[in-house]
């Protein structure tokens, strides 16, 4: 069973029938975003960490109203722990030692963040054009 072109309700409902894990959900999002690598939509992914947080809560039910549910997020967001570079040379290494109130709250409703997307250097252009050309993955 796949996941692709699915609502965050069908996934939910996948999850809670146990048709599938939330591990296979995060495996099955990273073999998308692997086999589009050539759309360069991500400049950063949190792949172990991410199959990390799926995996614990495959071990514990969780009544989250997003548990389980993978997110990317535009890289424009500050995440705790993880490389924001606001698609900008200048914060290649810059890894922010807080998070968004946004993804702070997506993240307590349970989301799993898998990475980061691609985007104009500081959100100024239209043309999605920068020097990231194959993303980092977050060790």
């Known amino acids: 069973m796949t996941i692709k072109y699915k609502t965050i309700k069908e996934i939910k409902g996948m999850?809670?029938?146990k048709e599938i894990s939330n591990k296979e959900v995060v495996q099955e999002v990273f073999k998308l975003i692997k086999d589009n690598h050539h759309l360069n939509a991500f400049i950063t992914l949190n792949e172990q960490k991410s199959i990390e947080k799926a995996e614990e809560l495959d071990?514990?039910?969780?009544?989250?109203?997003?548990?389980?549910?993978?997110?990317?997020?535009k890289d424009l967001f500050c995440t705790k722990g993880l490389r924001t570079t606001c698609g900008s040379k200048i914060l290649d290494n810059f890894v922010p030692p807080y998070s968004a109130t946004v993804i702070e709250n997506l993240e307590n409703a349970g989301c799993i963040s898998v990475g980061k997307t691609n985007m104009d250097e500081f959100a100024m252009g239209s043309s999605n054009e920068d020097?990231?050309?194959?993303?980092?993955?977050?060790?």
Do not use: M
């Not at 071990?59 to 997020?73: C, F, M, R």
């Not at 020097?131 to 060790?139: A, I, N, Q, S």
């Open 131 to 139: 020097y990231f050309l194959v993303p980092r993955v977050v060790e």
């Open 15 to 17: 999850i809670s029938s």
């Open 59 to 73: 071990k514990k039910a969780s009544d989250l109203p997003l548990a389980g549910i993978p997110i990317a997020q």
